[in-house]
């Protein structure tokens, strides 16, 4: 393989565990300090695009492409677990965003082999999980947003 292709490669590698960790980081954040989800996602995703973008790694659409869906997946699978540790066990807050955090991380680089098969690969595996995802989020908040109206 030409030199040019491995640096490619790698750069591509790089953005893509960068997105896996700042999204994890971001749901856990964002669970911890008892954020919106959508601002612990912009706030990840804010960092994302600086270090890719406006330092000249990328361009934009590239950068979108490459990062967005693994840090989305990331962010809502910390998140997700946070909040359901939370409500499952008898843990410190501290435990559960750790917990929640390596998790993410996990699920984050198990699609990321997903490259082995094609480079562009882990975008389209991320793509579907965070339909997945955000299916799963709007039935909970569907169902808390029921419990709360029956009771209140």
Not at 7 to 29: P, W
Not at 74 to 81: A, K, M, N, Q, R
Not at 131 to 146: M, N
């Amino acid at each position: 393989m030409e030199p040019l292709a491995v640096a490619a490669y790698t750069m591509i590698a790089g953005a893509s565990v960068l997105a896996v960790f700042l999204g994890a980081l971001g749901g856990a954040i964002a669970w911890v300090f008892k954020l919106r989800l959508l601002w612990g996602g912009l706030m990840a995703a804010a960092g994302y695009i600086t270090e890719t973008v406006v330092r000249g790694l990328f361009a934009f659409h590239a950068a979108a492409f490459i990062g967005l869906p693994p840090l989305i997946l990331t962010l809502l699978v910390s998140w997700l677990t946070a909040r359901t540790l939370e409500g499952r066990t008898k843990l410190r807050r501290i435990w559960v965003a750790l917990m929640a955090l390596v998790i993410a991380i996990l699920i984050g680089f198990l699609c990321l082999l997903a490259g082995r098969i094609h480079i562009l690969a882990p975008a389209y595996v991320t793509l579907a999980a965070d339909a997945l995802l955000v299916i799963v989020l709007l039935y909970q908040t569907r169902k808390t947003f029921r419990q709360h109206r029956i009771e209140g």
